[in-house]
């Protein structure tokens, strides 16, 4: 949706949201309606803010009134769900009040509802704002995968994805995410897409600790959506630059620290992985040369090797990766929700919201996402680094 009319719809939101709650706070607290009404105007005059020159020649704002407008944006999120929350539940109370032929305080009724509203909603921001700028625990995950030979029992595969550098997600944030995931000493890094909102001139400098990565077999990357509207072909220059695998419907071939001593070609299928990436699901609208492919993703592998593992960003690009003969994919993209309600909302595009899931043979593993998108915030979603450890079944 284009800016103006998105900013116009929010304004709207925002009077709703005013009309709805002031004249029940006034009548119980005057100072605090103006207060609210105050924060609403900010809410509703900001939130724009963090999109003026995205995507277009004009620059952007300061990193300053991008911080304000995504920080209402979360507040302002939280305020319109629990107004249409508080609305429900005054017209329940109304039905119950008709039907019961009972009294019911609506004055006191309204005014402490509104008062509720609002301070759960800047309560839920705040905790939210924390949850989100803390750095990611490390979540292990152990995914059983059947026949898995003795020589890959433990292999093991760090996992970020989200992290959306961006105006506020910036070089020190990742420098903490680098530092605790050199700490795993995991055989394979993965980025599942989603790594920046902008361009590479502008957050060159951000990205630039992801090169500190250390594992074994080093760190592959796949894109996400949001590298196609920040210019995923710069994007993906600048990361090979870095030193990072960027696997565009290709794989690569890891071996386990025993497979020197294979020699036949049963032996080091034994010992060997195959990791692929593909494309995002949605990359073929940005550039037909990028469509994602799992078939393509295995082209070449050796037919002996048979623990497969795919990085794709989105969760629906399972089906195709099951076919495909895959046993575990690895994606991001949801968020877990990021937050409450939009946890709920999930499942109307993706197959999985968070997780170890099962598809049909395959294991589908979704991360809640390493940082975050938009508003600096999380609340019952929170962000992980992820240390996938393969097991056998």
């Known amino acids: 949706m284009p800016l103006r009319p998105l900013s116009i719809l929010t304004a709207l939101l925002h009077v709703y949201i005013g009309l709805r709650l002031l004249p029940a706070l ?63 539940g005054l017209a329940l109370t109304w039905g119950g009040q008709w039907a019961a032929g009972g009294q019911v ?42 026949g898995l030979p003795p020589a890959l029992i433990g292999f093991t595969i760090a996992q970020l994805s989200d992290i959306h550098v961006g105006p506020t997600i910036r070089r020190g944030y990742i420098q903490r995410i680098v530092d605790a995931v050199n700490r795993l000493e995991a055989d394979a890094i993965a980025i599942t897409g989603d790594l920046v909102d902008g361009s590479v001139a502008e957050l060159r400098d951000h990205i630039a600790p992801l090169a500190d990565l250390r ?86 592998a050796p037919d002996a090797i048979t623990t497969r593992v795919l990085l794709a960003h989105q969760p629906r690009s399972a089906p195709a990766a099951a076919e495909a003969g895959f046993q575990l994919q690895i994606s991001g993209h949801t968020h877990g929700g990021q937050f409450f309600p939009w946890n709920l909302f999930v499942p109307l595009q993706q197959p999985f919201t968070a997780g170890l899931n099962r598809l049909e043979g395959m294991w589908v593993y979704t991360s809640r996402g390493t940082g975050y ?21």
């Open 105 to 146: 305080d609506w004055p006191g009724t309204q005014g402490w509802s509104a008062v509720a509203v609002v301070l759960l909603a800047t309560l839920v921001t705040t905790i939210g704002f924390f949850n989100a700028r803390r750095t990611a625990r490390v979540r292990t995950v152990e995914v059983p995968i059947d």
């Open 215 to 300: 594992a074994r077999h080093g760190t592959f990357v796949v894109t996400g959506n949001h590298e196609y509207y920040a210019g995923a072909h710069a994007w993906i220059d600048e990361l090979r630059r870095l030193g990072l695998r960027v696997l565009l419907n290709e794989h690569v071939l890891l071996a386990a620290r025993r497979a020197k001593g294979a020699q036949t070609d049963e032996e080091v299928g034994a010992m060997t992985l195959v990791l692929a990436g593909v494309t995002d699901y949605t990359a073929v609208h940005f550039d037909a040369a990028h469509a994602s492919d799992p078939q393509a993703a295995l082209a070449g």
């Open 26 to 88: 006034a009548a119980l607290t005057p100072v605090g309606a103006l207060l609210l009404l105050a924060a609403l105007v900010v809410s509703a005059a900001t939130i724009p803010l963090p999109f003026v020159g995205l995507r277009t020649a004009r620059p952007p704002l300061p990193d300053a009134w991008r911080w304000l407008g995504l920080i209402s944006m979360g507040w302002f999120s939280s305020m319109f769900v629990l107004t249409l929350a508080r609305d429900a």
């Open 373 to 393: 998108w938009g508003p600096p915030k999380r609340f019952g979603a929170p962000s992980e680094i992820t240390l996938l450890r393969l097991v056998a079944r």
